[in-house]
């Protein structure tokens, strides 16, 4: 097979692997309350379902990076992807809600890789300007299944049932592995001992981080015991990472200044993004008295926005990248306040189909960036720092929404309104640190004449 047949192979099976996760996840939020219903689970304990995913994925996935530079990216996301389809099975076969949790559980561990080992795999397998391109590409395939995750989770709930959701992800997994059969396999050249301490300390910090931001509006004051594991697994993880040689994530990534600038900036535009994700369509059924194949309907606008996100910010080169997540963040943050207080559906619509689309870009420039910025032998080590940063963000975008906004929850009018609010606060002060760093080194770099 030739080498261009071989990227083709790769750019499908890792978008149709980030289709699939991305689909599960919309798709999912529509079944809870048929889930509750079914199990006899009341909502704080529904919030589980969801809970156990996060939080499995998000522990794993930065030892899923380096993983995945030391025995193949590849074959890491092949591995993932056939166990995803096997997990999603055990969810749809789970007759009680604690046996479907610790499915979900599983199914976070093992699709933790999928999107480190696939950004790992493009960098490696693309060569300098085409990689974004194609890393964008992948998320935009993606990103269909952020579009038609409420339609299809509806529609599957409505005409069969909540097992039918997970009975999609099986066919949809396996044929994104069968398509990196025919890619080519790529790991990191360099050797070196994977540093078993600091990640399982880096395990504890995640996984502690995660809790909190999921479960705080639930457990309130109860949560203090988990803040206080979060702050011995930081203390531990630091001293682990100050004495070994070989250290979970290299200190040179972490001082790259545009590394971490645009990981910051994908960060706070992953928050905001599920804010919009979970008010919007509540509001247009509650604020605008949409029925729900309408609201599905009308929400398209907004998610085929961000679903056209990847591909707009693999055409960003990597020098650009960080004005443009600024610039981004700015106009984000205007749409979501806008959004927040359109008077029109017109409007509604309109503002927060603007304001998913320049999240998205924001949110896809920290991965299609950042992969263009570090040497391809670390690329599993720097996707997985960046896409555990951005998931435990997705964790704090609910928190901006409050008690109402997790799972069997009900959202209220000036809690979604405050959500956006805090939403575009948080896009603007992003956006004005980030004009201060790129206006600071343009003063600091030498003028030629």
């Keep these: 097979m030739t080498g261009r047949a071989a990227r083709r192979w790769a750019v499908t099976g890792v978008g149709l692997g980030a289709f699939c996760v991305q689909l599960d996840s919309f798709a999912l939020n529509l079944a809870l309350p048929r889930i509750g219903r079914d199990l006899g689970a009341s909502g704080g304990h529904l919030g589980w379902v969801v809970s156990a995913y996060l939080l499995a994925c998000g522990t794993l996935m930065l030892g899923a990076g380096r993983l995945g530079d030391r025995i193949g990216h590849r074959r890491l996301l092949a591995w993932s992807l056939i166990s995803f389809a096997l997990a999603s099975v055990l969810c749809a076969l789970a007759p009680r809600l604690a046996l479907l949790v610790a499915a979900r ?73 069968w398509c990196l059969t025919r890619a080519r396999e790529s790991r990191s050249t360099s050797s070196g001992s994977t540093d078993l301490p600091g990640l399982a300390a880096a395990g504890v910090l995640v996984a502690s981080l995660a ?7 639930i457990w309130g004051r109860h949560s203090v015991r988990v803040a206080a594991a979060l702050g011995v697994a930081l203390a531990v993880l630091v001293a682990v990472e100050r004495r070994t040689a070989e250290p979970l994530v290299r200190p040179a990534l972490l001082r790259d200044g545009r590394f971490m600038a645009l990981t910051a900036a994908g960060a706070v535009a992953n928050a905001a993004t599920v804010v919009v994700l979970l008010v919007v369509p509540w509001a247009l059924q509650d604020t605008w008295g949409l029925d729900p194949l309408p609201a599905a309907v009308a929400f398209l606008a907004p998610a085929a926005a961000l679903a056209a996100a990847g591909p707009a910010a693999g055409r960003v080169g990597a020098t650009a990248a960080v004005t443009a997540a600024t610039l981004c963040l700015l106009g984000a943050a205007a749409l979501l306040y806008a959004t927040g207080t359109a008077a029109t559906l017109v409007g509604y619509l309109s503002a927060a189909a ?44 609910v928190l901006l929404i409050g008690p109402s906004g997790g799972p069997g929850g009900r959202l209220t009018r000036p809690a979604a309104e405050h959500a956006l609010t805090a939403a575009a606060i948080a896009c603007l002060a992003a956006a004005l640190l980030l004009a201060c760093r790129v206006w600071r080194r343009r003063r600091s770099s030498p003028t030629t004449h």
């Design 211 to 217: 809790l909190l931001s999921d479960r705080i509006p």
């Design 354 to 397: 603007g304001s998913a689309a320049l999240l998205g870009i924001a949110n896809a420039l920290a991965m299609t960036a950042t992969q263009e910025l570090v040497r391809p032998e670390i690329a599993g080590e720097a996707a997985g720092l960046t896409k555990t940063v951005l998931t435990l963000a997705a964790g704090l975008g």
């Design 105 to 177: 559980a599983v199914q976070g561990a093992v699709g933790a890789p999928i999107m480190p080992a696939g950004l790992a795999l493009l960098t490696n397998t693309f060569p300098p300007g085409p990689r974004q391109r194609a890393i964008g590409l992948a998320l935009g395939i993606g990103g269909i299944g952020t579009a038609c995750g409420p339609l299809v989770g509806g529609a599957l709930v409505q005409a069969l049932s909540w097992q039918a959701v997970f009975w999609l992800n099986v066919p949809c997994a396996l044929l994104a592995a």
